[in-house]
T-cell receptor, first 109, second 114 residues
């Protein structure tokens, strides 16, 4: 079973920031928070991951709360191509990736 | 250059047949995986190989047999195909290290059993 809770769907206007929340209240100290997305009919794509510090890369920013029980993925300027299902996954070192239902993000023109 | 490639992209076959799906990664990763995504879009891991050795084997029917000839390839052979095997199968690879582990997925093989 997935260790995370995400809203089933969200909408965002093109050009605006998309903020996708994730709850992981049972996260352990050695577990990372990973975000993947799956654009329709494609394989899942890695976005970003973090342990306790906020992280940023060319795709997104990851904000993790101080208690690590929740996080937010931020797409700073969403485009139509960002429409996808976004998965928040908590995973320790050698554990398998367990995909939940994710959040279906729709970016509207 | 495709990092993780799968062949074929589409596979339509009759019940009872035996088929194989091939996967190759050119990332130099040590670990490869097979995932199954069913019609309800749930994505679940089936197998994981590290340096050609099986390390994860979920409760998958033994009609499914992964084979890793070398660490860049992980093929999936399916015997006696059933209707319920219809799904999209994704291959992935990763390299463990400090700071977490990122998996890279292939484009998927869409299997339809008639």
């Amino acid at each position: 079973d997935a260790k995370t809770t995400q809203p089933p769907s969200m909408d965002c206007a093109e050009g605006r920031a998309a903020n996708l929340p994730c709850n992981h209240s049972t996260i352990s100290g050695n577990e990372y928070v990973y975000w993947y997305r799956q654009i329709h009919s494609q394989g899942p794509q890695y976005i970003i991951h973090g342990l306790k510090n906020n992280e940023t890369n060319e795709m997104a920013s990851l904000i993790i709360t101080e208690d690590r029980k929740s996080s937010t993925l931020i797409l700073p300027h969403a485009t139509l191509r960002d429409t996808a299902v976004y998965y928040c996954i908590v995973k320790g070192g050698s554990e398998k990736l367990v995909f939940g239902k994710g959040t279906k993000l729709t970016v509207n023109p | 250059d495709t990092a993780v490639s799968q062949t074929p992209k589409y596979l339509v076959t009759q019940m009872g047949n035996d088929k194989s799906i091939k996967c190759e990664q050119n990332l130099g990763h040590d670990t490869m995986y097979w995932y199954k995504q069913d019609s309800k879009k749930f994505l679940k891991i089936m197998f994981s190989y590290n340096n050609k050795e099986l390390i994860i084997n979920e409760t998958v029917p033994n009609r499914f047999s992964p084979k890793s000839p070398d660490k860049a390839h992980l093929n999936l052979h399916i015997n006696s195909l059933e209707l319920g095997d219809s799904a999209v199968y994704f291959c992935a690879s990763s390299q463990a290290g400090t700071g977490g582990e990122t998996q890279y997925f292939g484009p998927g093989t869409r299997l339809l059993v008639l």
